[in-house]
């Protein structure tokens, strides 16, 4: 065994709207790239929030995407989710949709209608997955894991209870399929309990700190709204609870191919954003009201 160490503890840039319903701070890219937090490619964190009543709910348009997936994990608050391929759901408190775009959707996503007309606490992380290139154009799919659906293992000593949304946590698998490794473990922590993690050195890992605040490796403070990135060095680290807390644990494979990126378009290539374009503009993404 050897320890993982922490690399960095960042606080939670400025907030900017996308729509007018995702209060979010951009984690990724941001101070780490894409490429060196593949195959987590962007994280939006929309700390919690009180969005007031309205009649008409608050969110983004109809906007396309190709080449990787989008997670969204609801801690606070209802999203509701359509595309152009004719999945829609609404996820609630410690639901998760997972959305893969692949050759391309287009798709809406807004607070529920009736967590809008009562207003509410809203708290969210959107995550995108990267997908290799031999994936990249493949069928649009969609998840939604409940989370009743979802495995947990509850920890030694009442110390608290490991949510395995993808990948996998002491041999208990998660309910989410991925197309390359990649662990989301949602940990949930009582006060003074501590959970043990271990993941391959070369997986970009990092953490996001949702409620409480934590101890990583006994000596690393993170606090609520915080995100920790891990070296890639070692495999093993700790996680203590300051007080009851619960903390985002990812760590995936990294993609070793090139990314070009622009704006909702993540491939390999120029030439396969502008084809992206041409095809968005072209109607080839479906349609959707
Ligand atoms: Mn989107």
């Known amino acids: 065994m050897s320890i993982k160490k922490v690399e960095a503890v960042i606080s939670a840039p400025p ?9 979010v701070h951009n984690f ?16 939006d964190y929309g700390s919690k929030h009180y969005f007031p009543p309205t009649d008409k709910p608050r969110g983004v348009d109809v906007h396309p995407h190709r080449g990787f997936e989008t997670v969204t994990i609801a801690y606070k608050g209802k999203v509701a989710h359509h ?28 607070h529920e209608e009736n967590f809008s007309r009562q207003g509410g606490d809203f708290q969210m992380v959107q995550l995108w997955v990267n997908l290799p290139a031999k994936f990249k154009m493949s069928q649009p799919k969609y998840q939604e894991i409940t989370n009743d659906t979802i495995s947990k293992v509850s920890l030694e000593n009442n110390e608290g209870v490991v949510e395995v949304i993808a990948g996998e946590y002491q041999q208990v698998k998660g309910s989410a399929e991925t197309f390359t490794p990649v662990h989301l473990l949602n940990s949930k922590l009582n006060k003074g309990g501590k ?9 970009n890992t990092f953490i996001i700190v949702l409620e409480g605040s934590v101890v990583l490796n ?21 996680i203590e609870a300051k007080e009851d807390a619960i903390v985002l644990v990812l760590s995936g494979e990294p993609i070793n191919e090139p990314i070009y990126a622009h704006g909702p378009f993540v491939m390999n290539t120029r030439d396969e954003i502008i084809q992206a374009f041409n095809d968005f503009q072209n109607g080839k993404f479906g349609t959707l009201n």
């Open 15 to 23: 907030f900017h709207m996308v729509g007018d319903g995702f209060r």
């Open 28 to 43: 990724i890219p941001g101070r780490y790239s894409m490429e060196r937090m593949s195959p987590f490619i962007m994280l």
């Open 83 to 110: 595309d152009s391929a004719g999945n829609s759901g609404i996820i609630g408190e410690g639901d998760v949709q997972w959305m893969t775009a692949a050759s391309g959707v287009l798709h809406k996503e807004y």
């Open 195 to 203: 959970a043990t993690f271990n993941f391959p050195a070369n997986y």
């Open 218 to 238: 006994e000596t690393s403070n993170v606090d609520y709204n915080c995100m920790a990135v891990f070296s890639n060095e070692g495999t093993d680290f700790s």
